[in-house]
């Protein structure tokens, strides 16, 4: 089934005083997903936002909203609301004319209001607080109140910048929770801007990975993680080591390198010929570490020494000094084969990592 | 830690030091003097009497009492208009640009308004410069008479109170948290309704000052009356200085003060009372 395009930027170009902010964008957003735009500050994802809501006009391209162009259509013209990172309440309105001004500005009837703001504060729980004040919420009832505000105006599409940013980091959890819960419950697309990549992770449908104003990759949370299309987004995502190799040998569809002073055979989409700089990159969970005691055969094993060790809880980070001389990050899980996960800095240990894990990445990308 | 409490009681007690002596202190020696009698003989003498109040409230003096609100509120009414958009402008400007419209602001407060109100009469007299140019540009026939009228004395107490309007509307526009017009736009609101809904309600504390501020030295500002109006139109002001410097009653002269700084205090409360039962914006903004 082709899913409905509910946005879409067609060759959108941005620039401020002749700086370029985005660059020849091109992004379509379908009806009903959560879609989140990551990246660095400064990247350009709140851009993309202003550019939808009509707060800015693009240099070059153009924008549709619903199928419809919407360039030159100032924002309170367009269907589409913003959760403001500020919440950008109104101080001088009680939370229900807060949540009721959209609905006032199209002149709905007096009873409706009513109803539709009751059941939008139903909603985010909210609706003892009705008659308070914004300053008399905390900062994650303010949120709530943002997002009603925004919600009950049933908008085709849900902005939101940084909405989470300010919260602590439990409420943070919670409301990333409840903000996903809400997205399915309503069924309307939400286009989130975020520079934390696991809250981009563990809430979108799809992430769209930005980097000074271009696209990085787009594609789906464990797309973007496993399969990083170049190392910009391999970096912003998590943590990686890559080790920078000459291809030695190919044969068919493997590749053979030398990492560290070990051969290693691997296999790739990609057509490289012998002499070829590579990027091998690795997560630190792919990465297997064992004590002295626990090896025999050391053959596929680089020997090193732990640096630093960072106990996390349900894991323990390690910093390993390779005996070439390179670092290492590791992540250690605790599990039943393996309950004496106990590193002292500056023991001897053995690396090794699981093959068809790695990512192969041509040099310069 | 000695000195710090020290600078503390010196600098509060100065502060209450000025206000007792040039505020207190004076009002006290205006209600006693309200309370006295006068005649050719004494500029004071007791016993105490209510009979100034009782004069102050006489038709004579109520017809100047009610044309000078009329005056003063017509004034406070068209500052108010001319003031807001230019504050919302300097409010809004580039900053260097804002500081260069801010001095341009100020700088006439250099000269005495006195002075000021001197030039204004070489403006708009029959002869004036605003007459001959208009007269050799052929927009008029033959010369207004603008000098010695009504609208005379409104011009020159708009020029010379705008500021005081401008400032505390600067003051509060700047502080206008311009996300919030940005929040109302995105839900859907055209200019007219973030103007009426949002933008005045946040900076009604500021549209209060300023409108206290001008109103009373438009009731009181008796120069202007005086140079621009003729001395035809007796505006508050005038009556006092009157009752004071020409009639030497300073008893009456008091009294009127008196009515007109209770008048005004009632006002404050006024609006004080208002603005906590609706729970104002004065808490946020």
């Excluded at chain 1, 801007?193 to 696991?198: K, P, W």
Aim: aromatic share 10%; glycine share 6%; with cysteine.
């Amino acid at each position: 089934m082709q899913e409905k395009v509910i946005v879409e930027l067609h060759g959108v170009s941005k620039n401020y005083h002749n700086q370029t902010v985005l660059q020849n964008i091109d992004l379509t957003v379908n009806d009903g997903e959560f879609l989140t735009l990551l990246g660095p500050s400064g990247c350009g994802k709140t851009t993309i936002l202003r550019l939808i809501s009509g707060f800015e006009e693009p240099s070059r391209g153009s924008i549709s909203i619903n199928g419809q162009k919407v360039n030159g259509v100032a924002p309170h013209l367009r269907h589409v609301h913003t959760v403001f990172q500020s919440y950008a309440l109104f101080p001088h309105m009680s939370v229900f004319e807060n949540v009721a001004f959209g609905l006032r500005c199209q002149g709905a009837h007096k009873s409706e209001i009513s109803d539709r703001v009751m059941a939008a504060l139903k909603m985010v729980k909210l609706e003892q607080f009705a008659f308070r004040k914004p300053v008399q919420l905390s900062g994650g009832q303010q949120q709530r109140v943002a997002i009603a505000r925004a919600v009950v105006n049933r908008p085709l599409v849900l902005l939101l910048d940084e909405p989470l940013s300010a919260l602590d980091y439990r409420l943070r959890k919670t409301m990333q929770l409840e903000l996903k819960q809400l997205q399915r419950q309503l069924g309307i697309a939400f286009i989130f801007v975020t520079h934390d990549q696991e809250e981009a992770l563990s809430m979108s449908d799809r992430v769209v990975v930005m980097e000074e104003g271009t696209i990085q990759q787009m594609g789906s949370p464990r797309e973007v993680y496993e399969e990083p299309s170049n190392l910009n987004v391999a970096k912003f995502i998590g943590e990686v080591n890559i080790f920078s190799v000459t291809v030695l040998a190919t044969e068919g569809k493997t590749l053979t390198v030398n990492i560290e002073g070990s051969e290693h055979t691997y296999t790739n989409k990609r057509d490289f010929v012998v002499g070829d700089e590579v990027n091998i990159l690795l997560r630190p969970e792919d990465i297997r570490v064992y004590d002295n005691t626990e090896v025999t055969d050391t053959q596929d094993m680089l020997p090193g020494i732990v640096e630093e060790v960072i106990y996390k809880g349900s894991t323990v980070d390690l910093m390993i000094r390779l005996s070439t001389g390179k670092l290492l990050h590791a992540t250690e899980f605790f599990n039943e084969d393996d309950d004496s996960l106990v590193y002292t800095i500056g023991e001897r240990i053995w690396v090794q990592w699981v093959p068809g894990w790695e990512v192969i990445l041509p040099e310069g990308v | 830690m000695k000195s710090d409490a020290w600078f503390r009681y010196f600098a509060i007690g100065s502060t209450w030091f000025w206000l007792g002596v040039f505020s207190l202190l004076a009002f006290l020696l205006m209600l006693l003097a309200s309370i006295m009698r006068q005649d050719q003989a004494h500029i004071l003498y007791l016993p105490f009497t209510f009979n100034n109040y009782v004069l102050s409230f006489s038709p004579i003096y109520l017809t100047i009492f009610l044309r000078s609100f009329y005056l003063a509120g017509f004034c406070t009414f068209l500052c108010l208009v001319l003031a807001y958009p230019f504050a919302f402008l300097i409010a809004r400007a580039e900053k260097n640009r804002r500081e260069i419209m801010m001095l341009l602001l100020i700088i006439p407060f250099w000269t005495s308004s006195l002075i000021r109100s001197y030039a204004m009469v070489s403006l708009i007299k029959t002869k004036g410069i605003i007459n001959t140019l208009l007269l050799t540009l052929g927009i008029i026939h033959q010369p207004m008479q603008l000098l010695y009228t009504n609208t005379a004395v409104m011009i020159g107490l708009v020029y010379n109170l705008l500021p005081f309007m401008i400032l505390p509307l600067y003051a509060n526009i700047e502080r206008l948290d311009m996300r919030l017009v940005e929040a109302a736009r995105d839900l859907g609101a055209n200019r007219l309704t973030i103007l009426k809904r949002i933008i005045i309600p946040l900076t009604m504390p500021g549209i209060v000052a300023g409108c206290i501020l001008v109103l009373l030295p438009a009731m009181t500002l008796f120069y202007i009356p005086d140079l621009l109006g003729g001395a035809k139109s007796m505006l508050l002001g005038n009556l006092i200085q009157y009752q004071f410097l020409t009639a030497h009653n300073w008893p009456q002269g008091a009294a009127i003060s008196m009515v007109l700084t209770l008048l005004m205090g009632l006002m404050l409360i006024a609006h004080k009372l208002l603005s906590h039962g609706k729970d104002s914006n004065e808490d946020f903004v």
